[in-house]
């Protein structure tokens, strides 16, 4: 199980394009709300999520979690308990933690990217604690992955692709895509 939260003021790209592509490799992907089912991007698109952050269950099923970018969303997420949990989590059991645009910034301030390679939206990077940070558009350090924003959706849903399926899928995605 794939865990995407989408808090207030999300942008919308960096959620939707991953849950998609993730879907389309046949990865179980539930959308969470934080505080409601119903959640507002940060253009003013409401989405309806699976799952409110109180319904989701933590447990050997759980592969991923997704923690997109955008502003407010990424302020609202970091203030969750919920999502600080399902964060824990990961890093006690060796789940997969993934984050785009400014969403890195969560992780940077719980300690968890110190010593590991990292990217963010440009302007975030002192928020990523003591990481090494890198240009890429998407960069993945073990059981964390990290994306700059927007334009590096598609991409870094491809990348959580190949971590949970296999670069092959993620290839074959990719080019239906018509990333090339």
Sequence with gaps: MVYVFLA??????????????????????KTVGIGSNIIRGSHGIPVITDLDSNEIVLDDNTEMIVLPGGMPG????EKNENVSRAIDFCLKNDKFISAICAAPSILGHKGILD???????????????????????????????????????????????????????????????QCK
């Design 8 to 29: 207030d003021g999300f942008e919308e790209v960096e959620a939707l394009a991953p849950v998609d592509i993730l879907r389309r490799a046949e990865v179980e992907v």
């Design 115 to 177: 010593g590991k390679k990292a990217t963010c939206f440009p302007g975030f990077e002192n928020e990523l604690g003591k990481a090494v940070y890198c240009s890429d558009l998407v960069v993945n350090d073990g059981k964390i992955t990290t994306a700059k924003g927007a334009g590096a959706a598609v991409k870094f849903g491809l990348k959580l692709v190949e971590l949970l399926v296999s670069k092959e899928k993620s290839v074959a995605l990719e080019a239906s895509l």
């Design 74 to 77: 990424t302020v609202n997420l």
